[in-house]
């Protein structure tokens, strides 16, 4: 059963909201942001996992005959094939899910370390406030549905890993990541060479010759933050430039990858601390108040 027609069988009541979308670049990853005062769903099963946080209140649920319940601030992990329903408690309950199928677990665990293997989760629900954050910054930054496939896919690669590798119930440990000094200026050199247009990860890594994975781990190490860090990082500094010449503020945002100028004006103001007009006036006044040198 997908999670469509788990919500269809009883659907939500009054007071109720679900929001459920697929992911095409994701194998058509199920997604679903959720709030439930009333609604309870039958019990029921996943040819896929199921993996998500709760954001708020409590979800009492029973799991291959077992009473659990997961709190905000927990993530919940369940295996494909796994009898369960799901209700809320007295003060009801948010969540933020997954639906990943095992071929997306096994490409991302291939790519950091060398198997191709799929996780199995042997506890449901757990503490783990890295992985909280890194599953719900994934899931807001789909849902907000900005064109962005290189913090997509980092975002993915990172949260799925870290959840099968720290909780999946897998032998071995990841290589060591070694030191990568001329593919990290190759990757750079590529990011800077795109700041007007989107990226893929898979293309940064098959530009240089390394894994996805990898070329994370050596990429972070060599320069304190992720290519898609980077690739931001570039693009507001490029834009600082561009504001002090004659383009709009859209024609701005083009130029430096932005997919409009919504996402340009927040992703300026949160590497830079004013909006990119707020910028434009302070640094170069005369231009913006419409006057003329005599």
């Known amino acids: 059963m997908d999670q469509q027609s788990a919500l269809l069988e009883r659907p ?18 199920e997604c679903l942001n959720a709030r439930f005062q009333r609604h309870s769903y039958a019990p029921h099963m996943h040819d896929t996992y199921v993996v998500g946080v709760i954001t708020a209140g409590t979800e009492l649920f029973r799991c291959a005959g077992v009473d659990l319940a997961a709190h905000a601030g927990q993530v919940v ?3 494909p094939g796994i009898l369960h329903d799901g209700r809320p408690a007295d003060d009801g309950f948010a969540y933020r899910m997954f639906y990943p199928s095992a071929s997306l677990f096994e490409g991302a665990l291939e790519e950091a370390t060398g198997r191709r293997v799929a996780p199995h989760f042997g506890v449901t629900v ?43 119930d897998l032998t071995g440990r990841l290589p060591a990541a070694g030191r990568e000094p001329a593919a990290v200026r190759r990757a ?3 990011l800077d060479a795109h700041l007007d247009s989107p990226v893929e990860l898979a293309d940064l890594a098959g530009a240089i010759g390394l894994s996805r994975f990898h ?13 898609h860090g980077y690739l ?10 561009l504001l ?15 997919c409009d100028q919504a996402h340009f004006n927040r992703v300026f103001k949160g590497r830079v601390g004013v909006a990119p007009g707020q ?13 003329a040198a005599a």
């Open 12 to 29: 939500a009541g009054g007071g109720d909201f679900a929001r459920l979308w697929r992911e095409a670049r994701f194998d058509g990853m």
């Open 215 to 227: 070329l994370l781990r050596v990429f972070r190490a060599a320069v304190g933050t992720t290519p």
């Open 188 to 190: 750079r050199e590529y």
């Open 77 to 79: 992990a369940l295996n």
């Open 232 to 241: 931001t990082d570039r693009r507001v500094a490029h834009a600082k430039r």
């Open 279 to 291: 910028y434009r006036r302070g640094s170069n006044p005369v231009q913006d108040t419409g006057s």
């Open 244 to 258: 002090a010449g004659p383009l709009t503020l859209a024609e701005v945002a083009l130029s430096c990858g932005f």
């Open 126 to 168: 757990f503490d783990d406030p890295a992985l909280f954050a890194a599953i719900g910054s994934l899931h807001r930054g789909l849902e907000g549905r900005v064109s962005d496939p290189l913090r997509a896919d980092t975002d993915a690669l990172r949260a799925f890993t870290l959840l099968a590798l720290r909780h999946g």
